[in-house]
């Protein structure tokens, strides 16, 4: 099976229920699941991959608190792109490798994120100026 390579785009919003309206005018998704993720310290919307079924996500990512990344992002950038999301097979080795290589990571260990499944961000300074989220890629069910 073939992994794709990107799961999302997140995005940066501050009015999440206007967002929300504009994003589904575009996908045809009038709400998206929502999920709280009270260890980041946000909440997220997660719009269905392009409207063919297929392709990556968009991610409506807001802060739920004043001290979240996020909330830090949104002040001193604005709203726009926050982070692109890959999927890796197995994340604990690709974490391994990216440490072993030097690349600094903002999760040494995988966290879990809103869908449930493991996640961990590389530090922007060593991904170009980009925030990247590393998503294990979810095992298929028997």
Do not use: W
Request: glycine share 10%; with cysteine; aromatic share 4%.
């Amino acid at each position: 099976m073939d992994i794709p390579l990107i799961s999302h785009v997140g995005i940066a919003v501050k009015d999440f229920e206007k967002s929300l309206k504009k994003y589904a005018l575009i996908n045809g998704e009038d709400r998206p699941p929502i999920h709280d993720v009270a260890d980041q310290k946000v909440k997220v919307a997660i719009f269905k991959g392009g409207c063919c079924g297929g392709g990556a996500r968009v991610e409506l990512v807001t802060p739920t608190e004043d001290d979240s990344p996020v909330a830090k992002f949104l002040e001193s950038k604005g709203e726009g792109l926050h982070h692109i999301c890959l999927y890796v097979e197995d994340i604990d080795a690709k974490l391994a490798e990216l440490k072993k290589a030097g690349v600094r990571l903002i999760d040494e260990t995988p966290r879990i994120g809103a869908e449930g499944n493991k996640i961990a961000f590389v530090h922007p300074k060593d991904m170009n100026g980009v925030l990247i989220e590393l998503e294990e890629f979810p095992k298929p069910t028997l």
